[in-house]
């Protein structure tokens, strides 16, 4: 361990370079990907349209049981549990879409994404000076 310098990149010898440079790319390609994406919700409905509201009760009931005794078990549960059912609902309503970008343009993005990935999995090999 004493013999290791700056430019060891995951425990290996040198790759520095490749390093910084993938991790640039990377950072630019998910930009430019996730900059074309465009991500929207729509009404959740619970046995019928516009009945998201009654999935607010398990958890509106937990939080009054927590201000009435906060060691409540099932305090604790109702409002961690109705979070999470509010929480996944709302995951499993949103629609993700890429929005219509040239071939040119979406391959740069790609290429971005991919080769930086790439060239950080490169640096993590041993490289030879000289």
Do not use: E, K
């Amino acid at each position: 361990m004493a013999d290791r310098n700056l430019s060891d990149v995951g425990g290996t010898p040198g790759g520095l370079g490749h390093f910084l440079l993938g991790l640039i790319m990377t950072c630019v390609g998910g930009y430019l990907v996730s900059h074309r994406v465009s991500v929207v919700g729509s009404y959740w409905g619970f046995y019928g349209p516009s009945t998201f509201g009654v999935t607010l009760i398990p958890m509106l009931f937990g939080i009054g049981i927590l201000f009435w005794n906060g060691r409540s078990t099932i305090g604790w549960l109702l409002t961690i549990g109705g979070g999470c059912f509010i929480l996944a609902g709302v995951i499993a309503n949103m629609h993700i879409y890429f929005q219509p970008t040239t071939l040119f343009d979406t391959m740069v993005m790609l290429v971005l994404l991919v080769g930086g990935l790439g060239m950080i999995a490169r640096s993590m090999a041993t490289h030879h000076s000289g």
